[in-house]
């Protein structure tokens, strides 16, 4: 598929709004937003946004393809503020140990000579590319392309990372990680499945506009989640199964629903392969033993099994809590791929694998290639068609050895890997021990971060190259249900700081001696659809007032909702049932309770990056503690505590049956010290209070689900 470039004279405009600092003279340096029709940049949903010198902030827009009644969360609202604050305005080169300010000149000098040294010295694989769910489509794009024209697939996103188990398992077996449904329809489901996800309060918008009136209108909302919160509130059913347990929980569903009969056996028949092989495993099941081992009433759990087999349609919600802790396996994903194929809810509205993603481009960044196994629109990187589509475009053979994922790259730091470009993300803070990762940053050859605010990434850095917060570029992004959006500038950037697009074309043009890319975001993205499939059919002027959604091939006039609605998206008609003995942790596997007698499973959330606040505020932080653990230790409300974990954690114990027993809660910059490193999530709590009267035989059994 090779198409004629479009004239240089054709090149639209991007009507971008170049809004200089205080417009109207007033004398307030505080800077003024033009009101461009944006998407909002704190989640995933893709909210449509603009700023409003009414209100000071931002507005939702009517009539936008996520939120049409022009609803925003509290996050949303804030979005414009404080753009200006904390903002690296120049160039950084480090000079005798120090970050000193530069010319562009001479920072883009010294990237261009160093990487290029690296490559030239070491082959391409010793460089690494780590960004940008933050960031557009189009410099994702280019990103991705710059490292592969430069001749290495070590390109990746840590947004990869949060939602690995849900992506890896839904590939693997209907050949597409992206959520299977829409927003939309999946508020016509009869019964929602959320496991380790809290949407009312992470997904706001899609949360109060797509499921809870559903729920309002009768349909059955369970949560499987071992801490109560935002979405519990609006749930029928919570069931607290213990960390660990997720997949036998759901195993014991399936075990119920085949009792019950509630087989869909004409879609098992035509798309699926393994069904009797896939019964058989569960003929050995011990459904008491399992119920047992989660934690969770037998009688519960055959009710929502009732539930799901009466539903017309049952739509599966998952967040982060669903990944399997050690980064590695997929079982509860795969138990759930497994209820939702046995049931016949794939492919129709209303049902489905809906992975609630998290940053606003999560999804974006991996579409357009920022993946180190992938081309743009997912086709493998040796795959011979899709090599011929880019080599047309970029006059370069990609590479066809798979690249290093973010994670490999961090660890290769000083040996295989010698240089690093960091766009738009802050690797330095991981769930890794702090120490190993600082020492492996400062292994590093070179070290070029593109950031709009100093970060633990930027402290590394020989070369800082200050880019655009989201407010001051356009180009597009694609939220979690494969909407893509324009983004527009509502400002320039401040000072001498550059539009992350043009430092990366820059970039580009200089390494690889091309004009490497098109002048406007515009172009780049007419690029990007003659190399992605899943875009082919897009264009900005199809975007200007709504959302164009993948997969959208060429000459179609509308995207695809449902997928794999008459075949997977591997164009295979079926995909398998998976026996229980590849899926199920009830034997060798872990709950993580009860390695230690004082043993803890700490529970977290996403770390936040509103109002961060972390170890450094001198407040111990709270934990939240069951009473019966609490109990058990001679820990009172408001006592103070001890964790020992990878780190000592001191905290001040809030007792609550929010939380299951056998866990505790802890906001994740805490929760990160503790855990760094480990694979195990047990910690042992103890009382910090000298006084305090330990009666470990006054630990009762009842659960607090
Ligand atoms: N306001 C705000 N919204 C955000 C973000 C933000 O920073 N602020 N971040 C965004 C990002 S990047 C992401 S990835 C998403 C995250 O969105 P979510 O994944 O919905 O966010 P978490 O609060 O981390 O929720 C995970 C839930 O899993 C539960 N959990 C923990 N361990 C287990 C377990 O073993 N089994 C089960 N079943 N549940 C478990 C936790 O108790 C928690 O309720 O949110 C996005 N939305
Ligand atoms: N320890 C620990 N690690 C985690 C998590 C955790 O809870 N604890 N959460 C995980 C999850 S769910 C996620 S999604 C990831 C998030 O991982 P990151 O995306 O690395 O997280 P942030 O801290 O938000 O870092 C984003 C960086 O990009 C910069 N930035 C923001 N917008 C732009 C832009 O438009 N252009 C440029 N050039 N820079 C920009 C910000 O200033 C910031 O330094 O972290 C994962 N890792
Ligand atoms: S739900 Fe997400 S996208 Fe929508 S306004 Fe809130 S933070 Fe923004
Ligand atoms: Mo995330």
């Given at each position: 598929?090779?198409?004629?470039?479009?004239?240089?004279?054709?090149?639209?405009?991007?009507?971008?709004?170049?809004?200089?600092?205080?417009?109207?003279?007033?004398?307030?340096?505080?800077?003024?937003?033009?009101?461009?029709?944006?998407?909002?940049?704190?989640?995933?949903?893709?909210?449509?946004?603009?700023?409003?010198?009414?209100?000071?902030?931002?507005?939702?827009?009517?009539?936008?393809?996520?939120?049409?009644?022009?609803?925003?969360?509290?996050?949303?609202?804030?979005?414009?503020?404080?753009l200006d604050e904390n903002r690296l305005t120049t160039p950084l080169v480090r000079e005798d140990?120090?970050?000193?300010?530069?010319?562009?000149?001479?920072?883009?000098?010294?990237?261009?000579?160093?990487?290029?040294?690296?490559?030239?010295?070491?082959?391409?694989?010793?460089?690494?590319?780590l960004g940008a769910p933050r960031c557009t489509n189009e410099e994702n794009y280019l990103f991705?392309?710059?490292?592969?024209?430069?001749?290495?697939?070590?390109?990746?996103?840590?947004?990869?990372?949060?939602?690995?188990?849900?992506?890896?398992?839904?590939?693997?077996?209907?050949?597409?990680?992206?959520?299977?449904?829409?927003?939309?329809?999946?508020?016509?489901?009869?019964?929602?499945?959320?496991?380790?996800?809290?949407?009312?309060?992470?997904?706001?918008?899609?949360?109060?506009?797509?499921?809870?009136?559903?729920?309002?209108?009768?349909?059955?909302?369970?949560?499987?989640?071992?801490?109560?919160?935002?979405?519990?509130?609006?749930?029928?059913?919570?069931?607290?199964?213990?960390?660990?347990?997720?997949?036998?929980?759901?195993?014991?569903?399936?075990?119920?629903?085949?009792?019950?009969?509630?087989?869909?056996?004409?879609?098992?028949?035509?798309?699926?392969?393994?069904?009797?092989?896939?019964?058989?495993?569960?003929?050995?099941?011990?459904?008491?033993?399992?119920?047992?081992?989660?934690?969770?009433?037998?009688?519960?759990?055959?009710?929502?099994?009732?539930?799901?087999?009466?539903?017309?349609?049952?739509?599966?919600?998952?967040?982060?809590?669903?990944?399997?802790?050690?980064?590695?396996?997929?079982?509860t994903v795969d138990a759930l791929l497994n209820l939702l194929l046995l049931t016949g809810n794939?492919?129709?509205?209303?049902?489905?694998?809906?992975?609630?993603?998290?940053?606003?481009?999560?999804?974006?960044?991996?579409?357009?290639?920022?993946?180190?196994?992938?081309?743009?629109?997912?086709?493998?990187?040796?795959?011979?068609?899709?090599?011929?589509?880019?080599?047309?475009?970029?006059?370069?053979?990609?590479?066809?050895?798979?690249?290093?994922?973010?994670?490999?790259?961090?660890?290769?730091?000083?040996?295989?890997?010698?240089?690093?470009?960091?766009?738009?993300?802050?690797?330095?803070?991981?769930?890794?021990?702090?120490?190993?990762?600082?020492?492996?940053?400062?292994?590093?050859?070179?070290?070029?971060?593109?950031?709009?605010?100093?970060?633990?990434?930027?402290?590394?850095?020989?070369?800082?190259?200050?880019?655009?917060?989201?407010?001051?570029?356009?180009?597009?992004?694609?939220?979690?249900?494969?909407?893509?959006?324009?983004?527009?500038?509502?400002?320039?950037?401040?000072?001498?700081?550059?539009?992350?697009?043009?430092?990366?074309?820059?970039?580009?043009?200089?390494?690889?001696?091309?004009?490497?890319?098109?002048?406007?975001?515009?172009?780049?993205?007419?690029?990007?659809?003659?190399?992605?499939?899943?875009?082919?059919?897009?264009?900005?002027?199809?975007?200007?007032?709504?959302?164009?959604?993948?997969?959208?091939?060429?000459?179609?006039?509308?995207?695809?909702?449902?997928?794999?609605?008459?075949?997977?998206?591997?164009?295979?008609?079926?995909?398998?049932?998976?026996?229980?003995?590849?899926?199920?942790?009830?034997?060798?596997?872990?709950?993580?309770?009860?390695?230690?007698?004082?043993?803890?499973?700490?529970?977290?959330?996403?770390?936040?990056?509103?109002?961060?606040?972390?170890?450094?505020?001198?407040?111990?932080?709270?934990?939240?503690?069951?009473?019966?653990?609490?109990?058990?230790?001679?820990?009172?409300?408001?006592?103070?505590?001890?964790?020992?974990?990878?780190?000592?954690?001191?905290?001040?114990?809030?007792?609550?049956?929010?939380?299951?027993?056998?866990?505790?809660?802890?906001?994740?910059?805490?929760?990160?010290?503790?855990?760094?490193?480990?694979?195990?999530?047990?910690?042992?709590?103890?009382?910090?209070?000298?006084?305090?009267?330990?009666?470990?035989?006054?630990?009762?059994?009842?659960?607090?689900?």
């Amino acid at each position: 598929m090779s198409r004629q470039r479009e004239p240089a004279s054709e090149r639209e405009s991007d009507a971008e709004a170049d809004v200089p600092p205080d417009t109207d003279g007033d004398g307030d340096d505080s800077r003024r937003y033009a009101p461009v029709d944006t998407v909002c940049p704190s989640c995933s949903v893709g909210c449509g946004l603009r700023y409003s010198d009414r209100t000071g902030g931002a507005v939702g827009r009517e009539g936008a393809p996520v939120n049409p009644e022009g609803r925003l969360c509290p996050k949303g609202i804030e979005a414009f503020d404080g753009l200006d604050e904390n903002r690296l305005t120049t160039p950084l080169v480090r000079e005798d140990g120090e970050l000193v300010p530069a010319s562009w000149e001479e920072a883009l000098g010294r990237v261009e000579r160093e990487l290029g040294g690296l490559v030239d010295a070491h082959g391409p694989d010793s460089l690494a590319f780590l960004g940008a769910p933050r960031c557009t489509n189009e410099e994702n794009y280019l990103f991705g392309k710059l490292a592969r024209m430069l001749g290495t697939n070590n390109v990746d996103n840590r947004a990869r990372i949060c939602h690995r188990s849900a992506v890896t398992a839904t590939t693997r077996r209907f050949g597409c990680g992206a959520m299977t449904n829409t927003l939309e329809d999946i508020s016509e489901a009869d019964a929602f499945l959320v496991v380790g996800s809290n949407p009312a309060a992470q997904q706001p918008i899609a949360f109060d506009s797509y499921v809870r009136p559903a729920v309002n209108d009768g349909a059955t909302l369970v949560h499987v989640d071992p801490r109560a919160n935002r979405t519990t509130r609006a749930a029928d059913v919570h069931l607290a199964a213990r960390p660990g347990t997720d997949a036998l929980l759901v195993n014991l569903l399936v075990a119920e629903l085949l009792e019950l009969d509630a087989v869909d056996r004409e879609f098992v028949e035509a798309r699926t392969t393994g069904f009797e092989a896939f019964v058989d495993s569960f003929e050995a099941f011990d459904a008491d033993a399992g119920a047992e081992r989660t934690g969770v009433d037998r009688e519960k759990i055959r009710r929502v099994a009732r539930a799901i087999g009466d539903a017309d349609g049952t739509a599966v919600i998952v967040g982060t809590g669903a990944e399997a802790p050690d980064h590695r396996g997929t079982e509860t994903v795969d138990a759930l791929l497994n209820l939702l194929l046995l049931t016949g809810n794939v492919g129709r509205r209303g049902a489905g694998m809906n992975v609630l993603r998290g940053l606003n481009n999560e999804q974006g960044a991996n579409d357009v290639g920022a993946r180190p196994t992938t081309l743009p629109g997912f086709d493998p990187v040796d795959d011979s068609e899709a090599r011929e589509r880019v080599a047309a475009e970029w006059g370069a053979d990609p590479p066809t050895d798979p690249g290093l994922s973010e994670l490999e790259a961090v660890r290769a730091f000083g040996d295989d890997v010698r240089g690093a470009y960091v766009l738009g993300e802050n690797p330095a803070v991981t769930r890794m021990e702090t120490q190993f990762v600082a020492r492996k940053f400062e292994t590093l050859d070179f070290l070029v971060v593109q950031d709009i605010a100093p970060s633990e990434t930027v402290e590394h850095a020989d070369v800082v190259l200050p880019g655009s917060a989201w407010a001051e570029k356009g180009g597009t992004v694609t939220n979690l249900d494969r909407q893509v959006q324009r983004m527009r500038a509502a400002a320039s950037p401040p000072d001498s700081a550059r539009r992350d697009i043009d430092v990366v074309r820059e970039l580009g043009q200089r390494l690889t001696g091309t004009t490497f890319a098109a002048e406007t975001p515009e172009g780049v993205f007419k690029e990007l659809t003659r190399v992605n499939p899943l875009y082919a059919g897009m264009s900005y002027a199809g975007l200007e007032s709504g959302s164009q959604r993948w997969p959208f091939p060429e000459g179609a006039t509308e995207g695809v909702g449902v997928l794999h609605r008459d075949r997977f998206m591997n164009g295979e008609k079926r995909a398998p049932l998976l026996p229980i003995r590849e899926t199920d942790d009830a034997e060798g596997g872990e709950t993580d309770v009860g390695d230690s007698p004082s043993g803890l499973v700490v529970l977290t959330r996403t770390r936040l990056n509103e109002g961060r606040s972390g170890p450094d505020d001198g407040d111990a932080p709270e934990l939240l503690v069951h009473p019966d653990d609490a109990a058990a230790r001679g820990i009172r409300d408001d006592g103070r505590v001890v964790l020992d974990g990878a780190e000592r954690v001191d905290a001040v114990a809030s007792l609550s049956a929010e939380v299951r027993e056998g866990t505790v809660f802890l906001d994740a910059e805490w929760a990160d010290r503790l855990l760094a490193g480990r694979e195990s999530r047990t910690v042992d709590v103890r009382t910090a209070d000298p006084n305090s009267d330990s009666d470990p035989k006054s630990t009762s059994t009842s659960t607090s689900d």
